[in-house]
T-cell receptor
Framework: GQNIDQPTEMTATEGAIVQINCTYQTSGFNGLFWYQQHAGEAPTFLSYNVLDGLEEKGRFSSFLSRSKGYSYLLLKELQMKDSASYLCAVRRAGTYKYIFGTGTRLKVLA | DVKVTQSSRYLVKRTGEKVFLECVQDMDHENMFWYRQDPGLGLRLIYFSYDVKMKEKGDIPEGYSVSREKKERFSLILESASTNQTSMYLC???????????FGSGTRLTVV
Protein backbone atom coordinates (compact mmCIF):
# COMPACT_ATOMS: atom_id res chain seq x y z
CA GLY A 1 0.00 0.00 0.00
CA GLN A 2 0.88 3.64 -0.05
CA ASN A 3 0.70 5.73 3.07
CA ILE A 4 2.26 8.82 4.59
CA ASP A 5 1.99 9.65 8.29
CA GLN A 6 2.79 12.92 10.02
CA PRO A 7 1.53 14.49 13.25
CA THR A 8 -1.64 16.52 12.97
CA GLU A 9 -0.58 19.46 15.07
CA MET A 10 2.47 20.83 16.88
CA THR A 11 3.10 23.89 19.00
CA ALA A 12 6.43 25.61 19.61
CA THR A 13 7.77 28.90 20.93
CA GLU A 14 9.26 31.72 18.92
CA GLY A 15 13.04 31.32 18.67
CA ALA A 16 12.93 27.58 19.39
CA ILE A 17 13.69 24.58 17.16
CA VAL A 18 10.98 22.17 16.01
CA GLN A 19 11.21 18.85 14.20
CA ILE A 20 8.28 17.61 12.11
CA ASN A 21 8.45 13.89 11.35
CA CYS A 22 7.10 12.02 8.36
CA THR A 23 7.02 8.27 7.77
CA TYR A 24 6.03 6.73 4.48
CA GLN A 25 5.29 3.43 2.78
CA THR A 26 5.22 3.39 -1.01
CA SER A 27 5.59 0.81 -3.74
CA GLY A 28 8.13 3.00 -5.51
CA PHE A 29 10.10 6.04 -4.40
CA ASN A 30 11.50 8.94 -6.38
CA GLY A 31 12.01 11.71 -3.88
CA LEU A 32 10.49 13.22 -0.77
CA PHE A 33 9.24 16.79 -0.68
CA TRP A 34 8.21 19.26 1.98
CA TYR A 35 5.76 22.07 1.26
CA GLN A 36 4.61 24.95 3.45
CA GLN A 37 1.00 26.09 3.29
CA HIS A 38 -0.31 29.16 5.09
CA ALA A 39 -4.03 29.19 5.79
CA GLY A 40 -6.00 30.00 2.65
CA GLU A 41 -2.92 30.07 0.45
CA ALA A 42 -1.18 27.80 -2.06
CA PRO A 43 1.42 25.29 -0.89
CA THR A 44 4.95 26.48 -1.58
CA PHE A 45 7.98 24.24 -2.10
CA LEU A 46 10.47 24.02 0.78
CA SER A 47 12.79 21.07 0.18
CA TYR A 48 13.56 17.92 -1.76
CA ASN A 49 15.45 14.79 -0.71
CA VAL A 50 16.15 11.81 -2.92
CA LEU A 51 19.33 10.49 -1.26
CA ASP A 52 19.83 9.69 2.42
CA GLY A 53 21.08 12.50 4.57
CA LEU A 54 20.49 16.09 5.53
CA GLU A 55 19.74 18.96 3.18
CA GLU A 56 20.11 22.41 4.73
CA LYS A 57 18.57 25.59 3.39
CA GLY A 58 18.82 28.53 5.73
CA ARG A 59 16.68 28.02 8.82
CA PHE A 60 15.11 24.90 7.32
CA SER A 61 16.69 21.46 7.00
CA SER A 62 15.25 18.19 5.78
CA PHE A 63 16.50 14.69 6.48
CA LEU A 64 15.79 11.41 4.69
CA SER A 65 16.39 7.76 5.54
CA ARG A 66 15.12 5.61 2.68
CA SER A 67 15.75 2.32 4.49
CA LYS A 68 13.53 3.46 7.37
CA GLY A 69 10.94 5.26 5.24
CA TYR A 70 11.47 8.32 7.38
CA SER A 71 12.01 12.02 6.95
CA TYR A 72 11.94 15.08 9.13
CA LEU A 73 11.77 18.81 8.58
CA LEU A 74 13.77 20.87 11.08
CA LEU A 75 12.90 24.50 11.59
CA LYS A 76 15.36 26.62 13.56
CA GLU A 77 14.97 30.06 15.14
CA LEU A 78 11.23 29.86 14.79
CA GLN A 79 9.38 33.00 13.77
CA MET A 80 5.70 33.81 14.03
CA LYS A 81 5.43 33.67 10.23
CA ASP A 82 6.39 29.98 10.38
CA SER A 83 2.90 29.23 11.70
CA ALA A 84 1.51 27.16 8.83
CA SER A 85 0.79 23.62 7.72
CA TYR A 86 3.74 21.55 6.56
CA LEU A 87 3.00 18.90 3.95
CA CYS A 88 5.16 15.85 3.42
CA ALA A 89 4.88 14.28 -0.05
CA VAL A 90 6.51 11.35 -1.81
CA ARG A 91 6.90 11.12 -5.57
CA ARG A 92 6.15 7.76 -7.05
CA ALA A 93 8.89 6.17 -9.10
CA GLY A 94 8.56 6.73 -12.85
CA THR A 95 5.91 9.42 -12.53
CA TYR A 96 5.46 13.06 -11.63
CA LYS A 97 2.68 12.17 -9.20
CA TYR A 98 2.94 12.80 -5.49
CA ILE A 99 1.31 11.12 -2.54
CA PHE A 100 0.67 13.74 0.13
CA GLY A 101 0.43 13.36 3.86
CA THR A 102 -2.41 15.11 5.66
CA GLY A 103 -0.12 17.88 6.84
CA THR A 104 1.15 19.08 10.22
CA ARG A 105 -0.30 22.34 11.50
CA LEU A 106 2.43 24.23 13.36
CA LYS A 107 1.55 27.00 15.77
CA VAL A 108 4.34 29.31 16.86
CA LEU A 109 3.64 31.11 20.12
CA ALA A 110 5.22 34.37 21.25
CA ASP B 1 6.71 36.55 -11.20
CA VAL B 2 5.68 33.06 -12.36
CA LYS B 3 2.11 32.16 -11.71
CA VAL B 4 -0.55 29.50 -11.65
CA THR B 5 -3.88 31.29 -11.72
CA GLN B 6 -7.19 29.72 -10.80
CA SER B 7 -10.12 31.66 -12.14
CA SER B 8 -12.27 31.68 -9.01
CA ARG B 9 -11.34 31.82 -5.35
CA TYR B 10 -14.79 30.87 -4.10
CA LEU B 11 -17.68 29.17 -5.90
CA VAL B 12 -21.12 28.06 -4.76
CA LYS B 13 -23.00 25.70 -7.07
CA ARG B 14 -26.17 23.66 -6.86
CA THR B 15 -26.35 19.88 -6.88
CA GLY B 16 -26.55 18.58 -10.43
CA GLU B 17 -24.94 21.60 -12.07
CA LYS B 18 -22.04 21.22 -14.48
CA VAL B 19 -19.08 23.08 -13.02
CA PHE B 20 -15.92 24.29 -14.74
CA LEU B 21 -12.77 25.12 -12.77
CA GLU B 22 -10.11 26.87 -14.82
CA CYS B 23 -6.37 26.94 -14.30
CA VAL B 24 -3.84 28.92 -16.33
CA GLN B 25 -0.04 28.91 -15.99
CA ASP B 26 2.38 31.33 -17.61
CA MET B 27 5.55 29.25 -17.21
CA ASP B 28 5.32 27.06 -20.34
CA HIS B 29 5.10 23.97 -18.09
CA GLU B 30 4.35 20.63 -19.72
CA ASN B 31 2.74 19.01 -16.66
CA MET B 32 -0.45 20.17 -15.02
CA PHE B 33 -2.37 18.64 -12.13
CA TRP B 34 -5.66 18.93 -10.30
CA TYR B 35 -5.85 18.02 -6.61
CA ARG B 36 -8.55 18.35 -4.01
CA GLN B 37 -7.70 19.08 -0.39
CA ASP B 38 -9.95 17.97 2.46
CA PRO B 39 -9.37 18.10 6.22
CA GLY B 40 -7.86 14.89 7.50
CA LEU B 41 -7.36 13.53 3.99
CA GLY B 42 -4.65 15.77 2.61
CA LEU B 43 -4.21 16.45 -1.09
CA ARG B 44 -5.55 13.80 -3.44
CA LEU B 45 -4.82 13.71 -7.16
CA ILE B 46 -7.85 13.86 -9.45
CA TYR B 47 -6.33 14.13 -12.94
CA PHE B 48 -3.10 15.21 -14.55
CA SER B 49 -1.80 16.03 -18.00
CA TYR B 50 1.66 15.60 -19.51
CA ASP B 51 1.00 17.62 -22.62
CA VAL B 52 -1.68 19.26 -24.71
CA LYS B 53 -4.68 16.98 -25.26
CA MET B 54 -3.13 14.33 -23.00
CA LYS B 55 -4.69 13.36 -19.71
CA GLU B 56 -4.41 10.60 -17.15
CA LYS B 57 -6.56 9.63 -14.20
CA GLY B 58 -5.25 10.19 -10.74
CA ASP B 59 -6.41 8.49 -7.57
CA ILE B 60 -9.97 9.87 -7.38
CA PRO B 61 -11.20 10.66 -10.93
CA GLU B 62 -14.81 9.55 -10.46
CA GLY B 63 -17.27 12.36 -11.11
CA TYR B 64 -14.65 14.53 -12.80
CA SER B 65 -13.25 15.09 -16.27
CA VAL B 66 -10.57 17.41 -17.63
CA SER B 67 -9.67 19.31 -20.77
CA ARG B 68 -6.33 20.56 -22.00
CA GLU B 69 -6.72 22.17 -25.41
CA LYS B 70 -3.86 24.63 -24.91
CA LYS B 71 -0.59 24.14 -23.07
CA GLU B 72 -1.23 26.91 -20.58
CA ARG B 73 -4.77 25.96 -19.61
CA PHE B 74 -6.09 22.93 -17.72
CA SER B 75 -9.77 22.74 -16.91
CA LEU B 76 -11.46 20.52 -14.34
CA ILE B 77 -15.08 19.66 -15.05
CA LEU B 78 -17.61 18.35 -12.56
CA GLU B 79 -20.16 16.71 -14.81
CA SER B 80 -22.98 16.79 -12.25
CA ALA B 81 -21.92 18.41 -9.00
CA SER B 82 -22.71 16.62 -5.76
CA THR B 83 -22.38 17.70 -2.14
CA ASN B 84 -19.45 15.32 -1.58
CA GLN B 85 -17.49 17.37 -4.10
CA THR B 86 -17.48 20.33 -1.75
CA SER B 87 -13.76 20.88 -1.27
CA MET B 88 -10.70 23.04 -1.91
CA TYR B 89 -9.41 22.41 -5.43
CA LEU B 90 -5.75 23.09 -6.16
CA CYS B 91 -4.15 23.26 -9.58
CA UNK B 92 -0.40 22.75 -9.98
CA UNK B 93 2.11 22.72 -12.81
CA UNK B 94 5.72 21.72 -13.44
CA UNK B 95 8.30 21.18 -16.14
CA UNK B 96 8.77 17.53 -17.15
CA UNK B 97 12.04 17.15 -15.27
CA UNK B 98 11.21 19.46 -12.39
CA UNK B 99 11.62 18.49 -8.78
CA UNK B 100 8.65 20.45 -7.54
CA UNK B 101 5.26 21.84 -8.45
CA UNK B 102 4.01 25.41 -8.52
CA PHE B 103 0.53 25.56 -7.02
CA GLY B 104 -2.32 27.94 -7.63
CA SER B 105 -4.09 29.61 -4.72
CA GLY B 106 -7.03 27.25 -4.88
CA THR B 107 -10.76 27.36 -5.51
CA ARG B 108 -13.03 26.66 -2.58
CA LEU B 109 -16.11 25.02 -4.06
CA THR B 110 -19.30 24.56 -2.09
CA VAL B 111 -22.07 22.41 -3.58
CA VAL B 112 -25.47 22.97 -2.00
Amino acid sequence: GQNIDQPTEMTATEGAIVQINCTYQTSGFNGLFWYQQHAGEAPTFLSYNVLDGLEEKGRFSSFLSRSKGYSYLLLKELQMKDSASYLCAVRRAGTYKYIFGTGTRLKVLA
Amino acid sequence: DVKVTQSSRYLVKRTGEKVFLECVQDMDHENMFWYRQDPGLGLRLIYFSYDVKMKEKGDIPEGYSVSREKKERFSLILESASTNQTSMYLCASSFKGARSYTFGSGTRLTVV
